[in-house]
């Protein structure tokens, strides 16, 4: 048999019946598109997610100051020389101490013994960077200033946890908490931290302000970087806080990412492979199921074409190549839909679509391979039948 005879009797049993065609089409058109749409979405969503990864983890310093019997280490305006570092986003300089760890803090001057007044939190004393040193806010309120600070004003910024267990939510009356016997105006609650979550449990205070509490030097700096300023801003940072005495000082600075991302990313593009192939896999079931029926509705036409002198292998090789153009038809269809739905989905999140070319040219030759493989035992069974026994 000619191929071009071949191929123009498969074509012409795939139009005899074309709903069934359609219907049988679009299983290896689900599969393929959902192969293309995982491992097209998961490569777009990990390209934000690793871009996220890096912004949180790799820019985050922290440089730990040990405690000093003569000057302090790090004065507190020594944050000015850091923040004049190219690539130092924000900073802010901390101070904690072990009598400022579990200080009695009562929102109110009463005292009830019916009821829980005072909850034990953490004293700190910051510079006016805090807020977005710690990536956080300020969801009420503000955060006090310079002027706060040189002045010495008994002002106090709390954490959100901690306006929670002192029932503070409201400043527009200027509520105060009761610190040490000591009134302090709450000007501001801190919340949506993204790094120091311990802040949210704690009354900051300013510098000036904190020495009451112990809180004389600063004991941690916070530095956040631009991306892939954190190595250069870590031998840097040191002698911008202490210079001549750098080298007393622990930098914490992140490890480089690379691995963990490249690992994670891996991971996910083999989930997304597995859930694709699987809808695949479906696909060809249904091809398969569909072909089997076919054959046995066209018992007669395969006995009267081998009594009028049709091979084994011609049977056969129709049979597959009816399948093949099956798989290779919602191949075409599916990759199309894929690619444009992958496109879709990255224009609507605003992400930058990621698709690698060569799995959606080759996309049509899986489908096709498919529906090749799903058209096997059909077509051998087509090839078995004896003429005799079809017509019969």
Known sequence: MHIRDLAGEALAGLLARPVRTALTTLGTVLGITTLVVTLGVAATAGNQIVGRFDELVATAITVEVPESENVPLVEWDAIDRLTRLRGVESAAAVAESKDGANVSVRANAIVDPTRVTAQTLTVMAATTGLPEAARGRIVRGRFYDA???????????????????????????????????????????????RRERNLSTAVIVPPTVGRRFGLRDVTRVLVNTSLGAAGLIAGQAPDALSPGNGDMLQVIAPPSPTRARDQAQADANALFLILGLVSLVVGAVGIANVTLVTVMERIAEIGLRRSLGAARRHVAAQFLLESTLIGLAGGVIGASLGVVTVVGVSAAKQWTPLLDVRLALAAPVAGAVVGLLAGLYP??????MEPVDALR
């Open 147 to 193: 002027g706060h600070i040189r002045r010495g004003d008994r002002v106090a910024v709390i954490g959100d946890q901690a306006a929670k267990m002192l029932g503070i939510g409201d400043l527009d009356r200027a509520p105060a908490i009761f610190v040490g016997g000591h009134a302090y105006t709450v000007i501001g609650i801190l919340g949506d931290l």
């Open 379 to 384: 077509a051998l069974r087509a090839a078995r």
